[in-house]
T-cell receptor
Framework: QQQVKQSPQSLIVQKGGISIINCAYE??????FPWYQQFPGKGPALLIA?????SEKKEGRFTISFNKSAKQFSLHIMDSQPGDSATYFC????????????FGTGTRLKVLA | EPEVTQTPSHQVTQMGQEVILRCVPI?????FYWYRQILGQKVEFLVS??????SEKSEIFDDQFSVERPDGSNFTLKIRSTKLEDSAMYFC???WGPGANVLTFGAGSRLTVL
């Protein structure tokens, strides 16, 4: 019930390509879905987040697609750049009633120059 | 840009020893958290802290763990008697509010238990 499943575990993309990372959750009480980006030696940093009242949110080259009925959400990185090479974590939480995030297992993205 | 500061960056300790990890959250944040990440695995919630008390904790946060905000700026995680399986990266985070508020993470403290 509390798990967030993330795939793929690792991803290699050519520069300029589209990177797609998928997550699925079980608990329908979750209503806040952030994506965090982590560079080696650094803590995770918020990249983009979505609430289930919208099906898509775009910020620059980063887009979250959300499918409430399937309990799935995904991160799309358009025009992927070598500087995007990092580990990406999806997470789920509730706007109210909890203080914790449930993180996915992470996707290590490598963008080739 | 404000940041969460953690010390030490790396600590090596013998099994059974006590360890204290320290964090300075962002100054106007009210909610404080510890998460941990075992090498190659997901980031796991340990505990949240608000108004000088624990607001939520996970099943990982057993009696050997404790948290404290001793002086209004520092936020500490104490592990009383370390075990090999406590080896992990420990992240402190803070936020202005709970739930959907943005968590700002520190760079982490790597704990190695021998």
């Amino acid at each position: 019930q509390q798990q967030v499943k993330q795939s793929p575990q690792s991803l290699i993309v050519q520069k300029g390509g589209i990177s797609i990372i998928n997550c699925a959750y079980e608990n329908t009480a979750f209503d806040y879905f952030p994506w965090y980006q982590q560079f080696p030696g650094k803590g995770p940093a918020l990249l983009i987040a979505i609430r289930p009242d919208v099906s898509e949110k775009k910020e620059g080259r980063f887009t979250i697609s959300f499918n409430k009925s399937a309990k799935q959400f995904s991160l799309h990185i358009m025009d992927s750049q070598p500087g995007d090479s990092a580990t990406y974590f999806c997470a789920a939480s509730r706007v109210a009633g909890t203080y914790k995030y449930i993180f996915g297992t992470g996707t290590r993205l490598k963008v080739l120059a | 840009e404000p940041e969460v500061t953690q010390t030490p960056s790396h600590q090596v300790t013998q099994m059974g020893q006590e360890v204290i990890l320290r964090c300075v959250p962002i100054s106007n944040h009210l909610y404080f958290y510890w998460y941990r990440q075992i090498l190659g695995q997901k980031v796991e919630f340990l505990v949240s802290f608000y108004n000088n008390e624990i607001s939520e904790k996970s099943e990982i946060f057993d009696d050997q763990f404790s948290v404290e905000r001793p002086d209004g700026s520092n936020f500490t995680l104490k592990i009383r008697s370390t075990k090999l399986e406590d080896s992990a990266m420990y992240f402190c985070a803070s936020s202005w509010g709970p739930g959907a508020n943005v968590l700002t993470f520190g760079a982490g403290s790597r704990l190695t238990v021998l």
